[in-house]
């Protein structure tokens, strides 16, 4: 196994992943691949047409993500490449990491206290043992950094 999967959202909460990647991949001399996965589940009851419009908008904003993502591992002297799925988060978190056969799957850590998240403190560790059992990778949660 060899390589970094790093799933980013945007915003500045995204830096403190991006930048372990970024890290994590000089340190080891493992290929960094950024990911951004769009989600539309919300949408389901909406005009197809309109769904069809949001998705490739946000296919759009991934990709400009991406690219400030390996803009700034470039400037660090990394080469990292970039993916925009559509789908269910974990499973799409879990595919790409079979695919590139990761070591490691670097992840926001969610805010947990004084703010709404969906994950528990329970339900983050679960998550992280999922992803780790299923692929074989490390996970490793890196903390966020300005506001989202």
Not at 50 to 57: A, D, K, M, P, W
Not at 59 to 83: H, M, P
Request: charged share 25%; glycine share 10%; hydrophobic share 40%.
């Amino acid at each position: 196994m060899s390589g970094i999967l790093c799933a980013i959202r945007g915003g500045p909460a995204s830096q403190g992943p991006i930048d372990l990647g970024i890290q994590l991949a000089k340190q080891t001399g493992e290929r960094l691949h950024f990911l951004f996965v769009i989600n539309l589940d919300f949408l389901m009851m909406t005009e197809t047409s309109r769904t069809h419009v949001l998705s490739e908008e946000m296919r759009g904003l991934g990709e400009f993500i991406l690219l400030t993502a390996q803009a700034k591992a470039d400037k660090s002297g990394v080469i990292a490449e970039g993916s925009v799925r559509q789908g269910d988060v974990m499973e799409e978190i879990v595919a790409l990491a079979k695919e590139l056969e990761v070591s490691h799957i670097i992840l926001g850590r969610p805010r947990l206290e004084g703010q709404e998240s969906v994950f528990t403190p329970e339900r983050l560790q679960s998550f992280v043992q999922f992803l780790e059992e299923e692929t074989g990778s490390k996970v490793m949660l890196a903390e966020s950094r300005g506001e989202e």
